[in-house]
């Protein structure tokens, strides 16, 4: 019988460690997937609208785990997440191992965008820059593309910087058990 270091190395060797993550990352998801982005936020209902909808709750997490030197750990674990989670998306999307590796690169591009754009968003205190932000939600979010509606900028903008003040209260212990505010 293997010992339980043995057992941890093997695990984290073949990212099972990632599943430290699971219920922070379906806590991201879930929140993600809330009618409200959709309908009053107007964010596309598709695949791409679904996930930069998921990349745009998992940066407001991201920015509140880079607070803390603790937090590192549980956002490489989160990311990792996210990658596998992605990566099965694409295979049912009927995308081949060939270029799966390609469109994986790409998102975790895009997410690294996303991260900074809703980091400079919110910069400045709790208050944050609007305009920057609701740039950044129309360049990422809407694909450079505004919505008809001009409550749905200002919607999705405030429900994430909500998000993002009510993280900033919560431990670094709670937030990786999944409870999101």
């Known amino acids: 019988m293997a010992s339980g270091w043995f057992k941890r190395g093997i695990a984290r060797y073949f990212g099972?460690?990632?599943?430290?993550?699971?219920?922070?990352?379906?806590?991201?998801?879930?929140?993600?997937?809330?009618?409200?982005?959709?309908?009053?936020?107007?964010?596309?209902?598709?695949v791409d609208g679904r996930f930069d909808m998921i990349a745009a709750v998992l940066s407001i997490v991201l920015i509140r785990l880079e607070r803390e030197p603790e937090g590192a750990g549980p956002a490489a674990r989160i990311t990792e997440r996210f990658v596998t989670d992605m990566d099965g998306q694409l295979r049912e999307l009927g995308?081949?191992?060939?270029?799966?590796?390609?469109?994986?690169?790409?998102?975790?591009?895009?997410l690294g965008g996303r991260l900074t754009a809703y980091r400079e968003g919110l910069a400045g205190g709790l208050a944050g820059d609007p305009a920057a932000m609701d740039a950044a939600l129309v360049r990422n979010l809407?694909?450079?593309e505004a919505p008809t509606d001009a409550h749905a900028v200002p919607h999705v903008r405030e429900a994430l910087r909500t998000l993002h003040e009510r993280l900033a209260g919560l431990s670094l212990a709670r937030l990786t058990l999944g409870e999101l505010p």
């Open 95 to 110: 995308i081949g191992d060939i270029v799966v590796g390609k469109h994986i690169g790409r998102m975790m591009a895009m």
């Open 142 to 144: 809407y694909r450079a």
């Open 16 to 46: 099972r460690d990632a599943d430290d993550a699971l219920p922070l990352y379906n806590a991201v998801a879930l929140r993600a997937r809330e009618p409200h982005w959709y309908l009053d936020g107007a964010v596309p209902d598709t």
